[in-house]
């Protein structure tokens, strides 16, 4: 039995969860879903966006699915807090197009620091936002991106950064990288600006497998990689720690198009897809992730981001006739 703590979230996350833990049920697999709260909601009912009672379950839980939340003035974000609570350190995302198989690879993302350390300061008519950057935080994740790589029978990682701009910070996360370099000597290592890899994911997106960058950047270069494929509602994530794993799709709650039945669902399905992966079972992910594929090939049944006018029922209803 794996227990999992379900956060719907708000928004789009409840509509595109759903379908989702249909999917999961329809295995032949023991799971045990605890519902927890977190998000804008959330916040209504209890003054906090992340109760202590959903950590304290995600801590207790094997893995943690994640629909999506509403950022909320002046309060810090419930999904980045519960990545410090949890020490997910490590972001995973893989971008894959179903119509050009030249793209495919995957942006692994530093997860707790950078300016995402939620360290700023208001002096009035000046606002100050430190860079953490720290030699170990850069080597765990540098670390992880290779191991993935070899893992992955892949051939090159990328770093990226502005080393140029931020000496400091980012020379020691390029430092860091080619130090870790010479212990893997079968990958090809090289590095870009952020402003260059931004360029060529759009002119020679081929001629990447992994890029491993810090937090904002990465945020960044996976909403593009969005564009790229033709839509955010297509990529998933894993937010992995040395103790547990939170998968979450890339999209936000998306709250125009909230109780409407025609978000995307893809992105939070192919994240649970990541969770079996993470639980060991791959046999699992892989007929889920093939039925997402012909289903997506087939070009007959399309949510309206790509292109159709299918409801996210109707998008779920079709994956689980092909499995």
Known sequence: MYKITVINGDGIGKEVMKPTIEILESLNTNFDFVEKEAGKECYKKYLTNLPEDTIQSCRESDSILFGAVTSIPQQKSAIVTLRKELDLYINQRPIKS??????????????????????????????????????????????????????????????????????????????????????????????????????????????FDVIVTTNLFGDILSDEAGGLIGSLGLIPSANIGDNTGLFEPVHGSAPNIAGLNKANPIAMILSSCMMLDFLDLKEESELIRKSVEDVILEDRIKTPDMGGTNTTQEFSNEIIKKM
Not at 107 to 122: A, K, P, T
Not at 138 to 154: D, F, G, L, Q, S
């Open 98 to 207: 179903y119509y050009d198989k030249r793209i495919d690879f995957t942006i692994i993302r530093e997860n707790s620091e950078g300016l995402y350390s939620y360290l700023e300061e208001d002096y009035g008519d000046t606002a100050i936002a430190t860079r953490k950057i720290t030699y170990n935080g850069c080597e765990r994740i540098i670390r992880y991106a290779y191991e993935y790589t070899e893992k992955m029978n892949k051939n090159k990682i990328t770093a990226s950064h502005k080393a140029n701009i931020l000496p400091l910070t980012d020379g020691i996360f390029k430092d860091t990288f080619y130090k870790t370099a010479k212990e893997y000597p079968t990958i090809e290592a090289e590095d870009y600006y952020i402003d260059a890899t931004a360029m060529y994911l759009i002119t020679r997106p081929e001629t």
